[in-house]
């Protein structure tokens, strides 16, 4: 079974009944095989037309860290980049003793300024800390880590925790579901954004991006990061001047494509992992 | 001998005579820090220097042909000798580069135009020298910590035309440095003689920028205007920020990541023309 299938076919809704904010489904869910472009030589699969939001979880393998990160994979809102920005992202989260929950959120139309979107992570996150106990996951280390559209997401929930943005159902959504951290690759729909304003409490941030990115401009990296920086929290960031857009987590000659070393080094200094 | 006695042994004067707006000032020390140490260890300070030299230490190992000239920090006052200087130089010539440690004038006029020259002059020496040196006159860098970083900054502004008048024929060559490298840069340390909008310009040269955002002496926000000015001007960057790290740790390893940078150095080595 594809790593895909493997997902689709343990995936869990997050939501009991329809989901807040429901649009009505103007298509049935796809999964797409995208060849152009290939990425690292290799082709990627999208799912658009979600309307049933699920969460797929990746236990940690070898010795567990108590540490979880929920992955918001991107596709502009439009879609979901499942395996490159998602699957990939929690195999080698998993490897390091985390457990990694990959959220397919609804799409299309569900963000930047949409609710629909954010009330799928927000519902995600206060689920994973109600699970805590079962899942042998500490509750003050649960982070999130979004790419593209994804990493706008991350931002929007490390500036959207103190209420949720639906009518609580269950005992989740009496959980925090302010993450404990956020990674933010190549992020989207960051700059002149006023809805994303970080407050004292959004959560140590790690960014990364290329200057020749052709999709997100590296401006919305060094604007977020200077508004982390005016409320005082604390943020690493990297900026490359090559690396493009939508790598995920496979590695190339470009040195931006080794992030995940400076994600595994930086999670040890805010406490997350340890030595 | 120690290192710093070593490093003083083997100066190579810059200038052929007395440098162009040569100033008095007092006898040259170098003072052993003890009450400031770096990762458990003292550090070595060294003003008034009146007449800048140059120390080159060739590469352990394959020469790769790169050459790095080094700028320590010190404000403009002095010079953290070994901290900015030599222990740098250990890491420079450990990956088959050479090392060329600049010790440039010091104290400094309120421009900084002295290690400008300086700067300057060792680009066009190096040039003209490259064949007696086994380095290729294409790949010759700099790296400049606090002040130094400030100096990597200037020089990459400013190397169409010398800031003083030609001495010899290493002055003909041009004093373009082919990458600049700047940790925690003290980009205030001075005053350029223009805004970043006027002097930035495309012809410079692939700049990689690291600064910790509680750095307490330079801001981590006149790194990032002088980044997005290097951006608006398609000049290639890399810029590293990270949240913890202070200021000064030169290439002493703690547990900050962002005492790493050297690692991140060399993989940008390798993705620049």
Known sequence: MSAVALLLATSIAIWPGSPPDAQP????????????????????????????????????????????????????????????????????????????????YR???????????????????????????????????VGVIGFSAGAHLAANISTHFETRSYPPIDAADRESCRPDFAVLLYPGYLVNNPDIRPLKETPPTFLAQAEDDPV??????????????????????????HGGHGFGARPTSLPITHWPALVEAWLKTIGISQE | ??????????????????????????????????????AGRTWTWVTNVSQPTITIDPPKGKNSGIAIVVFPGGGYEGLAIDLEGSEVCDWVTS?????????????????????????????????????????????????????????????????????????????????????????????????????????????????????????PVDSVNDTLIFYTALQKAHVPAEMHLYAHGGHAFGVRPTNFPITRWPALVEEWLRTIP
């Open chain 1, 107 to 141: 799409v299309p139309g569900t963000g930047p300024h949409a609710p629909q979107a954010l009330e799928d992570a927000q519902r995600t996150v206060g689920l994973v800390r109600s699970h805590a106990a079962e899942w042998h996951i500490d509750n003050h280390k």
């Open chain 2, 95 to 215: 990956h088959g580069m050479t090392c060329v440690l600049l010790k440039y004038r010091v104290p400094c006029s309120p421009q900084a135009k002295e290690a400008l020259q300086d700067a300057q002059r060792t680009i066009g020496l190096l040039r003209h020298r490259a064949a007696a040196y086994r380095i290729n006159p294409h790949k010759i860098g700099v790296a400049g910590f606090s002040a130094g970083g400030h100096l990597v900054a200037n020089l990459s502004m400013h190397f169409e035309k010398r800031a003083y008048a030609p001495v010899d024929a290493a002055d003909i060559e041009s004093c373009r440095p082919d990458f600049g490298i700047g940790v925690y840069p003290g980009l205030a340390a001075r005053r350029f003689d223009a805004s970043f909008a006027d002097l930035v310009t495309p012809r410079m040269p692939p700049l990689l920028l690291v600064q910790a955002e509680d750095d």
């Open chain 2, 1 to 38: 001998m120690n290192l710093v006695g070593i490093l003083l042994a083997a100066q190579i004067a810059i200038w052929p005579g007395t440098p162009p707006d040569a100033k008095p000032v007092g006898t040259e020390s170098a003072v052993t820090v003890k009450d400031h140490l770096v």
């Open chain 1, 25 to 104: 489904a103007a298509a049935p869910e796809q999964t797409t095989v995208v060849t152009q472009p290939l990425v690292a030589g290799r082709s990627w699969t999208a799912i658009t037309s979600v309307s049933r939001p699920t969460m797929t979880v990746y236990p940690p393998k070898g010795k567990n860290s108590g540490a979880a990160v929920v992955v918001f994979p991107g596709g502009a809102y439009h879609g979901i980049a499942i395996d490159l920005e998602g699957t990939e992202v929690c195999e080698w989260f998993s490897a390091r003793g985390m457990t990694c929950v990959v959220l397919k």
């Open chain 1, 216 to 241: 997100a401009d590296v401006d919305n990296s060094i604007a977020y990061f200077a508004a982390l920086k005016s409320a005082g929290v604390a943020a690493e960031m990297h900026l490359y001047a």
